[in-house]
């Protein structure tokens, strides 16, 4: 049993003060009450505590590409050469070396856990693998080291886009992302098995890439894990998606049953009235990534109003052109300033579930995001006293916090870092080597 203290803690909605928190050796609290006189096994935490945060949506390689595509002009269609040409690069070793970076980056910004989109799933001519769920393998051993929980999202990709008459074949960047059909990929993803840090679940990686046939399949062969989709990122998808079946890409993935309550719709962010009630209705979860969202030029989504109509709030990095999930939750706040006129649209405790508590359910942790007894002990403390956080009230210092003032995280009861520091990963010189050897290799002809 050990004691984790803190000055400030966020228990029940609201900041408590003076509490011990005692966790069972399962890694679950056992425990919540006013801090004692024992020094026996405890665990001082810094600042101000925050359950584990969640990474709803997280492409781990595309971390390769910050800092390299942010001057080049241009759409998410043109940024989406430069992702080809870091994913025609990896390899089940290169990328299990960038993903356990990446996780180490994330567990220093707070999260505990994370779901990965993953859909880089074999060899750049199509060709599977010795092990068919090499990749996927890599990146379930990548967060175990990293020492993050993983929600393995394997994504059904099929398509090259739609057509003038039907959907296009894969281009040749994107074969090693298909299985060929609906039935294949399910085939492969039976393969994987889950484990205390791992769920495995699905993903259609969106309504242009999965014939509307093979929608069904996927639904069905997910069962009751999460399921997780790219829904109206952009407009070009919406347009192309109504000409061809006279529907949106909502509407056509309500029509098709792929819409429930263990359905997150990622980015949601150009959607008709119509769509957002299909949204609520069904009880998707619905995944923002703002700061994915504002760098590549995509838009600011309808939070408030699918909140409004029934769909739980979730939050992502994507492509990690920072990984701050503090940030990310500041900016359902700050985006719906810019659209409304008006401050305080979300109150913290709005801030705090789309941070930590329906982020996990959404990823299938529903024992995790709140400080509670039986919930898995996962803490963030953020320090008080930095130039960006002193004088902040403890209940609104997700408002002036940023990843570099998280001091300690703690993971089912372990600390994985401690005084901004990662316990077991020298996360800088890892991403200086992994990133390097990407563009290395970008480089290098090919015969």
Known sequence: ?????????????????????????????AAIRPSGNSTDSVVELPGVVYPGFANAHSHAFHRALRGRTHGDGGTFWTWRNGMYQAAATLTPDSYYALARAVYGEMAMAGITSVGEFHYVHHANDGTPYSDPNAMGHALISAAADAGIRISLLDTCYLSGGFGDRDYLDLHPEQLRFGDGTAEAWASRVALLSEDPNTRIGAAIHSVRAVPRKAIPTIVAASGDRPLHIHVSEQPAENQACLQTHGLTPTELLADAGALSSRTTAVHATHLTDNDIALLGASRTFSCFCPTTERDLADGIGPAMKLAAAGSQLCLGSDQHAVIDMIEEARALELHERLITNNRGNLNPSDIVTALCTTGHASLGWPDAGRISVGQRADFVAIRTDTPRTAGSDPGQILMSAFAADV?????????VVSGGKHS???VASELVSSIGSLWAAVQQPRD
Do not use: N
């Open 424 to 426: 077991s990963i020298d």
């Open 407 to 415: 001091d300690t995280v703690v993971v089912d009861g372990r600390i």
């Open 1 to 29: 049993m050990t004691i984790f203290r803190a000055k400030s803690a966020w228990i029940d909605d609201a900041i408590s003060t003076g509490v011990d928190i005692e966790v069972a050796s399962d890694g679950l609290i």
